[in-house]
């Protein structure tokens, strides 16, 4: 079951003080927060940063790369290099599914990358639905997940489509 895309927006929070201070992969990790990599769509900004705030309130810490000040204003092969160092920096990456990154030409290539640099264990899909559909389903059987449980809570899964599954913190 995808997450609703408005339900993702409806979760937006405001940015704490410590999350401005955990503003590093090492600050993250001394307050004892999980890294990742968020793959997404630029289209998508509002749907990243609610989710990015409620992965925040769960315990993570998540690099958005047009967040970052050191990253080109045009795509080119230094953006390449930059995304694929911040995949391998992060202890996962995590991939927003939604029409626009479905679409993506760089959200695939991506996420080949970080399944040979992480392996497939690092990898976690957020299959999204919206008023076209679902998206990402192409990915729920080849990786863990982050999804919807049937109580309503927003949960990991294991990979495919058993319904194991563990709270976002306690990964």
């Not at 990243?48 to 080109?72: C, E």
Request: hydrophobic share 40%.
């Amino acid at each position: 079951m995808a997450i609703p895309q408005y339900e993702i927006r409806a979760a937006r929070g405001t940015v704490s003080e410590s999350r401005i201070l955990a503003n590093t992969k090492f600050a993250a990790r001394a307050a004892r927060l999980k890294t990742a990599f968020l793959c997404h769509s630029h289209n998508d900004q509002d749907l990243v940063s609610a989710m990015q705030d409620f992965l925040w309130r769960n315990g993570w810490k998540i690099y958005v790369d047009w967040q970052d000040t050191t990253m080109p204003d045009q795509p080119n092969r230094e953006t390449a290099e930059k995304i694929q160092g911040k995949i391998r920096d992060n202890d996962w990456f995590l991939f927003l599914a939604t029409a626009n990154s479905m679409a993506s030409r760089w959200c695939p290539w991506e996420i080949g990358y970080a399944d040979a640099a992480k392996g497939k264990n690092a990898v976690i899909v957020i299959p999204t639905r919206d008023a076209i559909g679902s998206h990402g389903n192409e990915y729920v059987e080849l990786y863990r997940r982050i999804d919807q449980a049937p109580d309503g809570r927003i949960v990991e899964f294991t990979q495919g489509f058993r319904h194991t599954y563990q709270s976002l913190n306690t990964l």
